[in-house]
């Protein structure tokens, strides 16, 4: 149980152009999201916290119209990187948290990289 | 944001031993939790502790809930390959649904 998807596993794109990355709890219903980013051999870093049917609530330095965050049902959440740089470039994790628990449950990542 | 400690920031051992591992915060929570990522993979709940001086087994991994709050360990008894990987802990507090992530500690295994 508890299973999460994100699609795609990895994606290149040029700069300037936009990707979506989806996030889907499987086998339970999220009424929160998570978007992390991680660094090489770095830790993970919040960027954004995603409520069911609210705006998202980014953290400090994350901007937010550049990170597109939806959560439109209770099973899904996306997250837009609009006007890719290279700096993107990345590692994207999305977790989700069942109702009533503070457990977090990843998706396997997606690699994001921008040429 | 704030990050929790862990130690050691690396491990090399060999196949069998057991592996001890901490973490620290200057701050209490109510909640640990300890995971484990693989390269290129998205990390794995392996415990939650929820009281106090929890002991909580999960196979050959056991993980305690520090009396004061302000720390975690997990052990690993007879390591195997498959163990390889970063282990991060995590705290959380009731009413804040964000989890505040350690450091990491590296797990690699000499052959």
């Known amino acids: 149980g508890a299973v999460v998807s994100q699609h795609p596993s990895w994606v290149i794109c040029k700069s300037g152009t936009s990707v979506k990355i989806e996030c889907r709890s499987l086998?339970?219903?999220?009424?929160?999201m998570f978007w992390y980013r991680q660094f090489p051999k770095q830790s993970l870093m919040l960027m954004a916290t995603?409520?069911?049917?609210?705006?998202?609530?980014?953290e400090q330095g994350v901007e937010k119209d550049k990170f597109l965050i939806n959560h439109a049902s209770l099973t899904l959440s996306t997250l837009t990187v609009t006007s890719a740089h290279p700096e993107d470039s990345s590692f994207y994790i999305c977790?989700?948290?069942?109702?009533?628990?503070?457990?977090?449950?990843f998706g396997p990542g997606t690699r994001l990289t921008v040429t | 944001g704030q990050q929790l400690n862990q130690s050691p920031q690396s491990m090399f051992i060999q196949e069998g031993e057991d592996v001890s591992m901490n973490c620290t915060s200057s701050?209490?929570?109510?909640?640990w939790l300890w995971y484990k990522q693989d390269p290129g993979e998205g990390p794995v709940l392996l415990i939650a502790?929820?009281?106090?001086?929890e002991l909580t087994s999960n196979g050959r991994l056991t993980a305690q809930f520090g009396i004061t709050r302000k720390d975690s360990f997990l052990n690993i008894s007879a390591s195997i390959p498959s163990d390889v990987g970063i282990y991060f802990c995590?705290?959380?507090?009731?009413?804040?649904?964000?989890?505040?992530f350690g450091t990491g500690t590296r797990l690699t295994i000499i052959p």
């Open positions: 086998d339970f219903q999220a009424t929160t």
């Open positions: 995590a705290g959380a507090n009731f009413g804040n649904e964000k989890l505040t």
């Open positions: 977790s989700a948290r069942p109702l009533g628990n503070y457990e977090q449950y």
């Open positions: 701050s209490i929570f109510n909640t």
């Open positions: 995603s409520n069911e049917g609210s705006k998202a609530t980014y």
């Open positions: 502790l929820y009281k106090a001086g």
